[in-house]
C-alpha cells in the first residue's frame, strides 16, 4: 500500500448548533508521526472539530478520510477502533479505582478457570508496567487514581490511547492545569508518540508552547478555517493577527496604578490540616494587584478559599479595613464585599442545565429583590446583556445553557458573575486559564480598569508572563508557606522560580 | 456522514422529543376515545381534573423537593395524617362516632390551618436532617415517612375511635374543600381544581421569579457552585422541604374532603405516584430540570390512563403494567432532550 501523504484529512466539515454555525466548511489535513496544532478563539470551533471526529457529535456535512480511505464514525468506540483518541478538555477518571483499573476499562485481560473468566490482575500488571516503561512514565499501576495530580491523570489517558494503537491522538487544552515540568514531562511523551509515527492534534491557548512543539499549525476563527502553516513560518504576532483578525500590539494593557492604604490584612493564617498552609501574613492594599506565584501544590488555591470561608482555618486573624472579622462561609464574605473566582469552572463554578442569565446572577440576586420576593426581571436581562456584551461572551442568546458554551466563554460568564457583586477584593484563581490572547488581554484590561476604580485584586496565576506582567507585589509559596514577595518592576521567572522551591529538599 | 436532509430530520426529532410528553398525553386521549368515543365528554374531564388536583398539589410538593437533586418519600403518609388530622376535627355534631365527642364546631380553616401546619412542621424537621446533619434525602424522608405513618396510627387509634375509618364530614368541608363547584352544568369548575391552579400558579412563580426558586435550581444544578456563589444553601433546602410539607397537608385536607372521610392508610404510596408523575414531566431526579407545566401533564397523563382505562374497561392489573411502561419510556424519550450526542 503506499504510503498517504495524509495520516487523517478531515474535508469540508460543517456543523450547526441552535443559533450557531460552529464548523463552516471547515479542513484540517495531518501528516503522519507530526504534531498538528489547532488555535483560534474562545468558540470558534476547535473542541466541536475534534469532537466530530472522535464520534461524539455527527457532522451535517463533510467527510473524514482516515489514510486516504473514507471512514465512518458514528460513536467513540468507532474512533478508539479506527485508531483515533482523545484526550479530553476535562478528564473524567474513576477516582476510587486504581491506575490500571483506569488504564484497562472496558477490556480487562481475563483468563479462565475452568468455565469462568476471571480479570488477570497479574497480566493488567504487567501490560501497564510494560506501558509506562516504554512511555518512560513513572507510575505506579496500584495507587487510587483519586489521589493523583492531573497531569499523571493525563499521563494514564495518554498511555490509554498508546494502548489502543493510536495512529492519531487529540489532546484538547492538555497543559491548563500543568505546572512547568509537568509541560516538559508531556513534551517528551510527545516527542516520543512522534519517533513511532504517531500524529498530535494539539490544541492550545498558549502560543509559546504552540511555537515549541508543533510542525504544522491550522488557525481557525468563527467556525471557519483561516489557513494551515508550517511552524516555522509563524511568530507570535503573526498568529495572534491571524487568530483575532488584528493586531494586537501589547499582551498587557497599560497600568498604572496608586496603592493606597491597607483594606485586607492577614496574619499567620494557619490551617488545621497540616499539609496545608501555616503562618501566612500579608498585607493587600487598596487599588493593587497582589498576585500569588508558586508551583502546584503550594497551597496558593487552599489559602484563598480560606479568606473567602470555604476553608476552617485553625489560627491566625483578618482584618478588613483594620477591623477584625471572621469569614466563616462565602455568605460572610460576600457581605464583606470579597467574590472568589475559583480554579475548577465544573466543579466549583458553572451550573450546566442552567442559562446564562441564571448562571450570571446568581451570586448576587439579592441586588434584583423587590418587595413580595419577587425578582424584578428586567434589570436582571439588562444586566446580563451588559456583561454579555462588555465581555464579549460568545453565545446565541442569554437563554442559552451553560453547557453549551466553549470552555473559555464558560469562565468569562464566571467572571461576570463576580462583577456583578461589586467587590471590593476581587480574588481570582488561574483567571486565564483556557483562555484566548485576545480575550486575556479583555480581561486583563477589566482587571486593570478595577483597580483604577480604587478595588483591590488578588490573582493567583501559573502563568508567570501575567503574574510579572499584571501585578504590583508577587507573593510567592512554596509547601503551604509564604517565601517570599517580589516587589518593582525588575522582577524575573527566575526570582519567582527561586522563591517557589525554597522551602523544598 | 449525514447531509443537510438528515438534519432536517434531526430537528423534527428533536422537537419531537423537546414535547414528547405533550404527545403522550394527545395520543392517550386519542386513542381512549378511538376505542369508546363517548369518553370524550365534558363529564369525562370533570372528573380527570378532580382526581388529578389533589395528585397535582401532591406531585408539585414533590418537585421542589426533586429539583434541588433530593426525592421526599415522606409524602404519601403526610398526606395521610393530613387527612386524619383534618376530618378528625371537622365531623357534624350528629355523627354516632365523633372523634372527638364534646368538640364544638369550629370554624372551617382552623383544622386545615392545622394540618397544614403539621406538615409544614414535618417538612421543617426533613429539611433540619437533610441540611444540618447532611443525612441524604432519600434516608431522611424514608424515616419520615416511617414515623409518620407511627404517628398517623397512634392518633388515629385514640380512645374513643381506636382505628375507626372517620365519617361523616360537615357538608361546609366537603364541599369547599371537595366536591363542591361554582357555575353550573358544562361551565362548572369545582373548588378544588382552582385550588390546585391556584397553587400551581405560586408555585410557577415560586420556580421561575423568586431568589428561592433560583436558588433551588442553582442547588440541583451544582451544590459546590452554589455554596461558592454565597447561596445560604441550609436554609434554601429548609424552605424547600417545609414548602413541600406544607403542599402534602394541604393535598390531605382535600384528599379527606373529596372522599368524605378518612384512615391512618390514606395516602400510602402518594409519594411515588408523585415521583412518577414529576419525572414524566421531564423533572430531573439528578436535580436542577423540572418545569411547573411539565409537572401537572405528568400528573394529567396519569389521570388520564386512571380514568380512561377504567372508563374502557382495562383490568386494573394491565392498568399498572402500562403506567410502569409510561413511567420508563416517557422518561427514556426525555432524557434524549439532555445528551450530549447531536
Ligand atoms: N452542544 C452544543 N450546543 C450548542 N452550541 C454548542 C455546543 N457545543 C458547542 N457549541 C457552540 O459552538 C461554538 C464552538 O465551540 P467550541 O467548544 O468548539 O469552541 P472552542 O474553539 O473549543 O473554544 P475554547 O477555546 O473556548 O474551548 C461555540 O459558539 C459554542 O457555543
Ligand atoms: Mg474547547
Known sequence: MPENK??????????????VKALDDVTLQVRPGTVHSLM?????????????????????????????????????RDALDQGISMIHQELHPVPRRNVMENLWLGRFPVKSVGPIKLIDDKRMYQDSIALFEDLGMDLDPHVLVGSLSVSKIQSIEIAKAVSYQAKVIV???????????????????????????VSIIYISHKIEEILAISDEVTIMRDGKRIGSWLASELTTDSIISKMVGRDLTQRFPEHHNIPGETVLRVEGLTSPFS????DVSFDLRQGEILGIGGLVGAQRTELIEALFGLRTVSSGKIFIKGKQVKIKSPMDAKKHKIALLTEERRATGIFPVLPIVENTVMANMI??????????????KQDVQQKIARLHIKTPSSETQIKNLSGGNQQKVLIARWLLTEPEILMLDEPTRGIDVGAKFEIYSIIADLVQQGKSIIMISSEMPELIGMSDRIMVMCEGRLSGILEGKNRTEEDIMHLATKFMV | MKTNNATNANRVGSFFFQYAIYFVLVFLVLGITAIDPSFWSINSLHDILLQSSTRAIIALGAAFVLITGGVDLSAGRMVGFAAVLSASMLQIQEYSHRFYPGLPDL????????AIFVGLLVGLINGVIVSRFSVPPFIATLGSMVAVLGLNSLYFDMKPNQSQPIGGLRPDFTSTLGSGYIGSGVYSIPYIVIIALLVAGLVWVIFNKTILGKSMYAIGGNIQAAIVSGINVKRVLLYVYAAAGALYGLAGVMEAARTGGATSSY??????????????????????????????????????INYGLTYIGVSPYWQLIIKGLIIIVAVAFDIRKYLTKK
Open chain 1, 171 to 197: 489532546m484538547d487544552e492538555p497543559t491548563s492545569s500543568l505546572t512547568g515540568t509537568e509541560v516538559d514531562q508531556l513534551f517528551k511523551i510527545i516527542q516520543s508518540l512522534k519517533s513511532r509515527g
Open chain 1, 40 to 76: 483560534g478563539e474562545n468558540g470558534a470551533g476547535k473542541s466541536t472539530l475534534m469532537k466530530c471526529l472522535f464520534g461524539i457529535y455527527s457532522p451535517d456535512a463533510g467527510e473524514i478520510l482516515l489514510n486516504g480511505q473514507k471512514i465512518e464514525i458514528n460513536s467513540s
Open chain 1, 367 to 380: 441586588r434584583y429583590a423587590s418587595p413580595y420576593f419577587l425578582l424584578k426581571q428586567l434589570p436582571m
Open chain 2, 107 to 114: 370554624p372551617l380553616w382552623v383544622p386545615v390551618l392545622i
Open chain 2, 267 to 304: 395516602g400510602n404510596m402518594y409519594e411515588l405516584d408523585a415521583i412518577a408523575a414529576c419525572v414524566v414531566g421531564g423533572v430531573s431526579t439528578a436535580g436542577g430540570i423540572g418545569t411547573v407545566p411539565g409537572v401537572l401533564v405528568g400528573v394529567l397523563i396519569f389521570g388520564v
Open chain 1, 6 to 19: 495524509f495520516i487523517l484529512e478531515m474535508n469540508n466539515v460543517s456543523k450547526d448548533f441552535p443559533g
Open chain 1, 275 to 278: 499539609k496545608a498552609f501555616k
